[in-house]
């Protein structure tokens, strides 16, 4: 790849230097192997946790670890206030509406959807802060360089992961969260778009970025939300943030091992096939649209319980879906940025084709 020393340093921001990373691109992934290469291929991944035991977390840690040796990585907790104190199933289980569980089992009707034969994330733990507390510790025994969590996280949190040495991030989609971030000591924020994959505000990548930046004074920020093209990249580095966190783009990796089902979704999908919905876990997220989304759309569908109730109200149909591809109903959380995940590809193609595209963005700029 040829380049002028001017592109080289376009590209290689402030925090590249800080955090030890050749390019300023930051991965979020649920997976392990995904994390790892985006560290190995000298961008800086981050494995979320948000749905593993805590003793997993551990091991998992760990295992990351082993695979990226002392080049840097991160772990994301999600961990919303306002929940109950107690991972108690069969309490939240017994508040469940009468005509939400009706709703359920006409959906698994419909579509035939087989019992699991096994408890997942999904079907057995209710987000609360007994069940993050303990994955909480569980981060702090590892040696993850960085924690980042979503706005919210409790300043006792942030305090006690930089006392253990990390590095702190928070993922923020509007500018009157600024405020908490400033007083909870944050090292890093992500303006986190409307066009992003997975939990999201309501403000665009485009408008939230510039205002993040202006009101983010010395902390770094990345820019997050739609991003799957080096021209963003570029375009982010523009308004001011000092590098991207993607998400979606890494769905359709080798290293991803998304079922085909999944893959094949995504790779047929445009922007506007991408929708926000409450069903997933009573917050809103941008997801593929599919058959799941388009019921709990329809008429005469019941509005989605609040987080927690709504995954423990859909977790054994989910978990039934997932185990026995129920193709109409398969779903995942995916960003605008689908649109440029056509094929199959590797983690390094993709930082390759971000920072080649980029590049090109740049010459085009002179
Ligand atoms: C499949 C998927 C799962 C996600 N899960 C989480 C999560 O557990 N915690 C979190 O902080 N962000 C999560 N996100 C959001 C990402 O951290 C990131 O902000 C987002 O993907 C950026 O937008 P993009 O998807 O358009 O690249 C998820 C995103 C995707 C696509």
Known sequence: MESSENEKSTLHTQICDQLGIQYPIFGFSHSMEVTAAITNAGGFGVYGATRDMPDAIVERLAHIRSMVGDRPFGVDLLLPLGLSNKNDWAEAEAQLPEGHKAFVKYLKEKYQVPDPTGKSFFSSVVRSNEFFEAQVEAVLKSDANMFASAIGTSRDIIERAKSAGMTTLSLIGSPKHIKYAKAAGIDMLVAQGYDAGGHTGPIGTMSLVPQIVDAAGDIPVLAAGGIADGRQLVASLAMGAQGVWLGTVWLITEEHRLSNILLNKIFKAGSADTIISRSHSGKTARLIRTAWSDEWE?????????????????????????????????????????????????????????????????????
């Not at 709504?310 to 978990?319: A, E, K, M, N, P």
């Not at 983690?347 to 700029?365: F, M, P, S, T, W």
């Open 298 to 366: 329809a008429e005469g569908a019941p509005e989605p319980l609040k987080m927690p109730y709504q995954h423990v109200l859909i977790g054994d149909l989910l978990t039934g879906i997932m185990e026995h591809e129920v193709e109409p109903l398969m779903y995942e959380a995916a960003g605008q940025g689908v649109v440029w995940c056509n094929e199959i590809s590797t983690v390094q193609k993709v930082i390759d084709r971000l920072i080649n595209e980029a590049r090109g963005a740049l010459k085009n700029l002179r």
